[in-house]
């Protein structure tokens, strides 16, 4: 590991004019020469939850490894990535706003980072090439065909622990297809009626592309923003209906829909309310959001109303455990990573 790495035991006293934080950090005294470093760059990234999962799958491993937070702001990614292999980081994940730009700046672009032209985990070569990946569409894949096909009681991301390269070839829950050639042509997950999708930004493309692998019939698509809702995909069966964010037809699709997929920023902040929207989902339908926030508003009025709700934490455990196996080569411990996060998470809503 590279000397000035940001978990250094070293102690450094605190630039002029500032305090020093307290309580100060304990030392790593198991961080040596020899340790592996992996990371995620972003910007901002001290709020990441990855490296809380990450270490603790390395700690259920033993493995000598350590992942941390970098901050890289916008525009300096390429500078960034081009230092990797230098400093001998094995690999990273990629996050806001960083995953189309890396996309660009990578060698190589493994299924189905090519389809999305958005990379969340980059995978150093010996060379120092690039080798970029994407494990957000699989993973949302995975977690519409486990809450409608699933697999044995709790296990709700079985091909996750198994391995990001398993769980592309299929297994239980069939083949996973990869490229543009056969989008919308794996198993049906999504139950049968019309799904809606909320929101147009990274994260609402990766599940776009998720419900065209995973057979949606008809996909019901509104963002704030309506020039952004353009498919770059097509598939016999999917049919996909943009509709006006500000309208009444939004209310009635929402009405309709079995399954509505929060895709927005909407459901951090306490204030946060679809405004438009006078109806709520209700028993019957499925509101699957990507915010992981406990006290989200949306989700409590949708579990209110008789929804059942399922929140982004198994989507970002999905992602990451792809991610793991993919850069150390070992089946992630979900099972202690899920642990450490719900710890974490049950720990920050206390203070
Ligand atoms: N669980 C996970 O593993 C996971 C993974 C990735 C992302 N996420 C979450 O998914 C969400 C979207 O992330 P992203 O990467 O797609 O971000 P992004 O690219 O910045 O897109 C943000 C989306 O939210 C919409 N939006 C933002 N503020 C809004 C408002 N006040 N009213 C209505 N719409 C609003 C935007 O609409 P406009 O186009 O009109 O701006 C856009 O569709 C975030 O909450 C993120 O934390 C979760």
């Given at each position: 590991?590279?000397?000035?790495?940001?978990?250094?035991?070293?102690?450094?006293?605190?630039?002029?004019?500032?305090?020093?934080?307290?309580?100060?950090?304990?030392?790593?005294?198991?961080?040596?020469g020899?340790?592996?470093?992996?990371g995620?760059?972003?910007?901002?990234?001290s709020?990441?939850l990855?490296?809380v999962?990450?270490n603790?799958?390395?700690?259920?491993?033993?493995?000598?490894?350590?992942?941390?937070?970098?901050?890289?702001p916008?525009?300096?990614?390429?500078?960034?990535?081009?230092?990797?292999?230098?400093?001998?980081?094995r690999?990273?994940?990629?996050?806001l706003?960083?995953?189309?730009?890396?996309?660009?700046?990578?060698?190589?672009?493994?299924?189905?980072?090519?389809?999305?032209?958005?990379?969340?985990?980059?995978?150093?070569?010996p060379?120092?090439?690039?080798?970029?990946?994407n494990?957000?569409?699989?993973?949302?894949?995975?977690l519409l065909?486990?809450?409608?096909?699933?697999?044995?009681?709790?296990?709700?991301?079985?091909?996750?622990?198994?391995?990001?390269?398993?769980?592309?070839?299929?297994?239980?829950?069939?083949?996973?297809?990869?490229?543009?050639?056969?989008?919308?042509?794996g198993i049906?997950?999504?139950p049968?009626?019309?799904?809606?999708l909320?929101?147009?930004?990274?994260?609402?493309?990766?599940?776009l592309?998720?419900l065209f692998?995973?057979?949606?019939?008809?996909?019901?698509?509104?963002?704030?923003?309506?020039?952004?809702?353009?498919?770059?995909?097509?598939?016999?069966?999917?049919?996909?209906?943009?509709?006006?964010?500000e309208s009444?037809a939004?209310?009635?699709v929402m009405?309709?829909s079995?399954?509505?997929?929060?895709?927005?920023?909407?459901?951090?902040?306490?204030?946060?309310?679809?405004?438009?929207?006078?109806?709520a989902?209700?028993?019957?339908q499925?509101?699957?959001?990507?915010?992981?926030?406990?006290a989200?508003?949306?989700?409590?009025?949708?579990r209110?109303?008789?929804?059942?709700?399922?929140?982004?934490?198994?989507?970002?455990?999905?992602?990451?455990?792809?991610?793991?196996t993919?850069?150390?080569?070992?089946?992630a411990?979900?099972?202690a990573?899920?642990?450490?996060?719900r710890r974490?998470?049950?720990g920050?809503?206390?203070?």
């Amino acid at each position: 590991m590279g000397k000035a790495s940001a978990a250094s035991p070293r102690r450094h006293p605190p630039a002029a004019g500032r305090t020093p934080r307290s309580p100060v950090p304990p030392t790593r005294p198991d961080i040596t020469g020899q340790t592996a470093l992996y990371g995620v760059l972003g910007d901002p990234v001290s709020h990441s939850l990855s490296p809380v999962f990450w270490n603790a799958g390395f700690r259920a491993l033993g493995l000598d490894a350590v992942y941390v937070p970098f901050h890289v702001p916008a525009g300096r990614l390429a500078e960034a990535l081009a230092g990797l292999g230098a400093l001998g980081v094995r690999g990273v994940n990629v996050t806001l706003p960083h995953k189309e730009a890396a996309a660009r700046l990578c060698t190589t672009l493994e299924p189905p980072a090519d389809d999305l032209q958005a990379v969340n985990t980059i995978r150093l070569g010996p060379d120092g090439a690039l080798h970029g990946a994407n494990t957000d569409g699989p993973a949302m894949y995975r977690l519409l065909t486990s809450l409608w096909h699933p697999v044995g009681k709790g296990a709700p991301l079985p091909l996750a622990e198994r391995g990001y390269r398993a769980a592309l070839r299929g297994g239980e829950g069939g083949t996973l297809p990869t490229s543009s050639r056969s989008v919308g042509k794996g198993i049906p997950a999504v139950p049968p009626g019309p799904v809606l999708l909320l929101g147009a930004g990274g994260a609402a493309r990766a599940v776009l592309w998720s419900l065209f692998q995973a057979g949606a019939t008809v996909i019901y698509w509104a963002n704030r923003t309506a020039h952004r809702l353009v498919c770059p995909w097509s598939a016999e069966r999917t049919q996909v209906r943009p509709v006006p964010w500000e309208s009444q037809a939004l209310n009635e699709v929402m009405v309709e829909s079995t399954l509505i997929i929060n895709a927005t920023s909407l459901g951090w902040r306490a204030e946060d309310r679809l405004p438009v929207l006078t109806a709520a989902p209700g028993p019957g339908q499925t509101w699957l959001d990507l915010v992981y926030h406990p006290a989200s508003p949306l989700q409590q009025a949708a579990r209110a109303a008789g929804a059942r709700v399922i929140d982004g934490l198994d989507l970002l455990l999905g992602q990451g455990a792809a991610a793991f196996t993919l850069l150390t080569g070992h089946p992630a411990p979900l099972a202690a990573m899920r642990r450490a996060l719900r710890r974490h998470l049950a720990g920050r809503s206390r203070a």
